[in-house]
């Protein structure tokens, strides 16, 4: 098996602490930012960062779909903040890193899993970080938008 990456960033214009703060919100801002191919959201323990899981169901492409359930964990080290979210169901984690950045944070979201094999794996490794890029720029998006409210 090979891993599969899609990874996005970009510059927020809000304060370091506002972005991690959002980002680990799982009970109010998470919710409200997530893109139409993400359903079914619920908050099944904790809300605010460490020790959150949540679950969700991710329609990545017409035929791939996924019920998907995070165990969060956080931390911070010199000159950056992370958060990652484990899923249970599988082999995908996906890892927001934010920094200090001219005109605010710079937030990486990168999301990893172990792909098939064969033909089918190549298939994946291919086509499936371009279709998830798109997925991450819309949540990245309307994060900004949310910190811009």
Same mark, same amino acid.
């Given at each position: 098996?090979? +891993?599969?990456?899609?990874?996005?960033?970009?510059?927020?214009?809000?304060?370091?602490?506002?972005?991690?703060?959002?980002i680990a919100d799982y009970a109010g801002v998470r919710p409200r930012i997530q893109p139409e191919q993400f359903s079914a959201y619920r908050l099944?323990?904790?809300?605010?960062?460490?020790?959150?899981?949540?679950?969700?169901?991710?329609?990545?492409?017409?035929?791939?779909? +996924?019920?998907?359930?995070?165990?969060?964990?956080?931390?911070?080290?010199?000159?950056?903040?992370?958060?990652?979210?484990?899923?249970?169901?599988?082999?995908?984690?996906?890892?927001?890193?934010?920094?200090?950045?001219?005109?605010?944070?710079?937030?990486?979201?990168?999301?990893?899993?172990?792909?098939?094999?064969?033909?089918?794996?190549?298939?994946? +490794?291919?086509?499936?970080?371009?279709?998830?890029?798109?997925?991450?720029?819309?949540?990245?998006?309307?994060?900004?938008?949310?910190?811009?409210?």
């Amino acid at each position: 098996m090979a +891993r599969v990456t899609a990874t996005n960033t970009t510059v927020i214009e809000a304060p370091v602490e506002a972005v991690t703060a959002a980002i680990a919100d799982y009970a109010g801002v998470r919710p409200r930012i997530q893109p139409e191919q993400f359903s079914a959201y619920r908050l099944i323990e904790g809300g605010q960062g460490e020790g959150t899981v949540a679950a969700w169901h991710l329609q990545a492409t017409k035929k791939r779909s +996924r019920d998907v359930k995070v165990s969060v964990t956080v931390e911070q080290a010199s000159g950056h903040w992370s958060l990652v979210e484990k899923d249970a169901n599988s082999t995908m984690a996906t890892t927001y890193t934010v920094r200090e950045a001219t005109g605010g944070s710079l937030v990486e979201m990168t999301t990893s899993w172990e792909g098939a094999t064969g033909v089918g794996g190549f298939f994946e +490794r291919t086509f499936a970080p371009g279709g998830l890029k798109k997925i991450q720029h819309e949540l990245l998006s309307n994060l900004a938008a949310d910190l811009k409210a």
